[in-house]
């Protein structure tokens, strides 16, 4: 049975431990969790297990923190045309985005940041209470675009555009009244766009969208509520204007150069690519029905893509991992752990740094990197036991499975036969 109440002292023992840091695996190792938090790590003989703690051996499966997709969405799409989005109902939407969050978890992800849209919202406030199961959730809400921007679906009328997913500003006073909506909605963050995309009608990654001047509001509105900016951002000069105006994150980043990367790591801005879209589209789009023109501009922009990824992880750039993961067909939400097997076998990562981009990096993403994405003393217990090494084959994440136990705040979630 799971523990629903976080308040028992657990020990996980006999363990292989991957703390996350980037730090040396160790083998035989103990974690203590009480009252949600691990109040210690270590090898055996190191640790001390309470007399009162309820003990779990592991039997030498890897023990690891809590997987983070720190770019996705909880759309309750089902098909992968765009439309969709705009013509079922809202209510069966955030349903489905109660199963998909039900299998985040499932599949070891015990946090997410929803980069637009408003099922986010209310989806975390239903887990938060305890009413659905699912990952602690970050939420952006209405994302930010301007008028002919990636977040203006061409498509469809404004007036349709503006009720769903975007809030459409421009000038610096309409980009610091729809930062303060979005922050008066809820969101713990806020999302813009400041490039075209490759799945918007009628423009491309290429094109700039808001000024600096647009930007640098939106992240002095943030700045004032102690919060933070991400943006999607996928051409060089857009990138730059983000970066020197003061987001967080650049999310995508297909089209880098030296000087972005550079920029990046003087600031300390984190890369979160989300490979894991763009290879479905490329390779598995057109059978799947995705849109040719989004087809065809994923196809255009792969390749340049993971060369930005490859630069900037060898120039020592943070990266977070994210998917952009709707749950759609290609995009279905537990199937999240592809992105740290894209980023070893595409982008040349060790697997230990694609797990510290999973772990810790993406907890820095989410603004956490106090609270969670490593396994340390004083960090929320968000905790994985996997059967099999990662280190050796990360494949193993990806299969749910493998995923034998989930912890979120001290809570077993998931237990499958440990």
Known sequence: MANRGGEKKIALVNGFLIDGSGSPPVDRAVVVVENGRISAVGPAGEVEVPSDAEVIDVGGMTIMPGLIDAHMHFMGTRTHRLEEYFVI????????????????????????????????????????????????????????SQTFGHGDIHFLPIEWVRQKIPTICDGVDECRRAARYALREGADFIKICATGGVLSMRDRPEHTQFSFDEIRAIVEEAGKVGTFVSAHAQGTEGIKIAIAAGVKTIDHGIYLDEEAIRMMKERGVILVPTLSIAYQIVTKGKEAGIIEWGVRKATEAFEHHL?????????????????????PPLWK????????ELLVEKAGFKPIDAIV??????????????????????KMADIIVVNGNPLED???LRK???????????????????
Do not use: W
């Open 307 to 327: 060369k930005s990824v490859k630069m900037a992880y060898e120039a020592g750039v943070k990266i977070a991992t994210g998917t952009d993961f709707g749950s």
């Open 89 to 144: 109902p809202e209510q069966v939407r955030l349903l489905r985005c109660v199963r998909d969050a039900e299998a985040l978890l499932e599949a070891g992800f015990t946090t997410v940041k929803d980069c637009g849209g408003t099922n986010g919202l209310y989806l975390k406030m239903a887990i938060n209470e305890g009413s659905v199961r699912g990952p602690r959730v970050l939420a952006a809400g209405h994302v930010l």
């Open 394 to 396: 990360i494949k193993v």
């Open 357 to 378: 981009s999973a772990t810790k990096i993406a907890a820095e993403a989410c603004g956490l990197a106090d609270k969670i994405g490593t396994i340390e003393a004083g």
């Open 400 to 418: 749910v499975d493998n995923i034998r136990l989930v912890m979120k705040e001290g809570k077993i979630e998931v237990n499958r036969g440990v």
């Open 333 to 340: 939400m537990g199937t999240n752990a592809m992105e740290l």
